[in-house]
């Protein structure tokens, strides 16, 4: 079992940036696909990005592609969002998830671990 912590979240302004973080518990982080996603107020939990448990290979939502940046560093246990150029339209929960598997997914039924989420607000 996985136990996922975000962090990082906060305050912004347009056009800004900040680094979300996710650290998990458990000796085999880095046999897991990580992923994260955000929820807004009424609307349903969407893809932001994903990374396979190597780190070789990402994806993104198109919304924020070229903004954001996944990673993750397995000798840490952790896993982060690099969010540049934030826009107003970005504001949510951040969530991170895990994938008991290589491969990283973009459907939130395809993760098998959540954590609690992490407030992001982007002030126009």
């Known amino acids: 079992q996985v136990q996922l912590v975000e962090s990082g979240g906060g305050l912004v302004q347009a056009g800004g940036s900040l680094t979300l973080s996710c650290s998990a518990s458990g000796r085999t982080f880095g046999r897991y696909a990580m992923g994260w996603f955000r929820q807004a107020p009424g609307l349903e939990r969407e893809f932001v990005a994903a990374?396979?448990?190597?780190?070789?290979?990402?994806y993104y939502a198109d919304s924020v592609k070229g903004r954001f940046t996944i990673s993750r560093d397995n000798a840490k246990n952790t896993v982060y969002l690099q969010m540049n150029s934030a826009k107003p339209e970005d504001t949510a929960g951040y969530y991170c998830a895990a994938r008991s598997t290589a491969v990283a997914g973009t459907r939130p039924g395809q993760y098998d671990y959540w954590g609690q989420g992490t407030q992001v607000t982007v002030s126009s």
């Open positions: 990374i396979s448990w190597s780190g070789g290979t990402t």
